[in-house]
């Protein structure tokens, strides 16, 4: 059972837009930054998003993350197929004095 | 750029002790947290511990008292040991770096299968 909270699954045709949501709690997003990783199959996983809503440099701007309160989401934009993947939300959480990260959603381009 | 290798035995026995090697290559090991994270077979991430590079650590509470975690900066390595290991503890171990305790994990190695088995 994972700290935070995502749904297993999210889908969408290519262009579409999906969103990914995580919920937490005022220990952990409601106090501190949310990150985003993607990670490809395969693959390790990979800084998408950081303090909330900023992208590493080279991370496309169809990638984007938002934050209120104790909740968190992801939206890609003209959604491709090389953006099959799964994804994890993370947070530092204060009770616990450290990283807690989301089940992660496996999204599928259809 | 910075990279990241995890090394260490593939398979690991019921009760002994889990030991791995992060080698940090194309940068200092200096002034940045580096951090375990585990994934096991079909399920999500986990995290482990971080240790600064001066040798301080933090782990998750439930791992707490098997971990061990420590630095080399001679060597621009760090390790993990996690003892009494169960099949449990079979997983994909990462390691990654970070520039404050909880900022951003912006590299990550490979992973590293780890199986527990007899």
């Known amino acids: 059972q994972s700290v935070l909270t995502q749904p297993p699954s999210a889908s969408g045709t290519p262009g579409q837009r999906v969103t990914i949501s995580c919920s937490g709690s005022?220990?952990?997003?409601?106090?501190?930054?949310v990150y985003w990783y993607q990670q490809l199959p395969g693959t390790a996983p990979k800084l998408l998003i950081y303090?909330?809503?900023q992208r590493p440099s080279g991370v496309p701007d169809r990638f984007s993350g938002s934050k209120s309160g104790t909740s968190a989401s992801l939206a890609i934009s003209g959604l491709r197929s090389e953006d099959e993947a799964d994804y994890y939300c993370?947070?530092?959480?204060?009770?616990?004095?450290?990283?807690?990260f989301g089940g992660g959603t496996k999204l599928t381009v259809l | 750029q910075v990279q990241l290798q995890e090394s260490g035995p593939g398979l690991v026995k019921p009760s002994e002790t889990l030991s791995l090697t992060c080698t940090v290559s194309?940068?200092?090991?200096?002034?940045?947290?580096w951090s375990w994270i585990r994934q096991p077979p079909g399920k999500g991430l986990e995290w482990i511990g971080y240790?600064?590079?001066?040798?301080?650590?933090n782990c998750d509470p439930s791992l707490k008292s098997r971990v061990t975690m420590s630095v080399d900066t001679s060597k621009n390595h760090f390790s993990l040991n996690l003892t009494s290991v169960t099949a449990a503890d079979t997983a994909v171990y990462y390691c990654?770096?970070?520039?404050?305790?909880?900022?951003?994990?912006?590299?990550w190695g490979q992973g590293t299968t780890v199986t527990v088995s007899s």
């Open positions: 990654a770096r970070h520039g404050t305790a909880a900022g951003r994990m912006d590299v």
């Open positions: 194309g940068g200092s090991i200096s002034s940045y947290y």
């Open positions: 240790m600064y590079y001066s040798g301080s650590t």
């Open positions: 005022s220990s952990n997003i409601g106090n501190n930054y």
């Open positions: 303090r909330n809503n």
């Open positions: 993370a947070a530092w959480d204060d009770s616990l004095g450290g990283w807690v």
